[in-house]
């Protein structure tokens, strides 16, 4: 009540660059850089001490060009979307590196089944649901170093199986 912090916790310990976060119900689920986890969750704890349950391993490694990995769950809460970012910014490293990147996945929370749900798109970052359509929304940052004038970040509704540009062409 008077500008400062009245308490101040760690919530998670020894996660591996975290980025999302998605709760259902009473699981918490993490999205580190390399992986997708599962926490118990008990409504108003200031720590979660134990271990994370892993879900899928999502594509990290030393080469690891776009770390950021968001989630979001379904409404319904059974399914779980996660962005995965370009391992490059224009494919420069291979395209053999790029293997389950430049997309977001739809995986199912319990069984870590996983699949492409939509590709093509460089750097997907935020992820949202618009309410009366029900359509999945997310933010792309697009390609960098190649000057100021191109090519800018853009948000688009995301469909199932869609493919989105990414190496050949800009947002489209």
């Known amino acids: 009540h008077d500008g400062v912090a009245?308490?101040?916790?760690?919530?998670?310990?020894?996660?591996?660059?975290?980025?999302?976060?998605?709760?259902?119900?009473k699981?918490?689920?993490v999205a580190n850089t390399d992986r997708l986890l599962r926490f118990h969750y008990e409504p108003g704890a200031l720590q979660i001490r134990n271990e994370g349950q892993p879900v899928v391993e999502l594509p990290g490694?030393?080469?690891?060009?776009?770390?950021t990995k968001n989630v979001i769950a379904s409404p319904d809460g059974k399914k779980?979307?996660?962005?995965?970012g370009s391992n490059s910014n224009v494919g420069e490293n291979g395209l053999?590196?790029?293997?389950?990147?430049?997309?977001?996945?739809?995986?199912d929370p319990t069984s870590g089944q996983h699949r492409l749900f939509a590709t093509g798109l460089r750097n997907p970052n935020g992820l949202a649901w618009e309410p009366?359509?029900?359509a999945l929304w997310t933010a792309v940052n697009e390609r960098d170093e190649i000057g100021s004038d191109l090519v800018p970040d853009y948000i688009t509704s995301v469909k199932d199986g869609g493919f989105y540009g990414w190496p050949y062409s800009y947002y489209g």
Not at 8 to 25: D, H, K, W, Y
Not at 80 to 84: A, P, S
Request: no cysteine; aromatic share 12%.
């Open 6 to 25: 009245e308490i101040r916790t760690t919530f998670i310990e020894e996660l591996n660059s975290p980025f999302g976060m998605a709760l259902v119900g």
């Open 27 to 29: 699981d918490l689920f």
């Open 61 to 67: 490694g030393p080469l690891n060009h776009h770390w």
């Open 80 to 84: 779980l979307f996660v962005t995965v």
């Open 96 to 107: 053999d590196k790029e293997q389950g990147r430049a997309a977001i996945w739809e995986v």
């Open 132 to 134: 009366n359509s029900g």
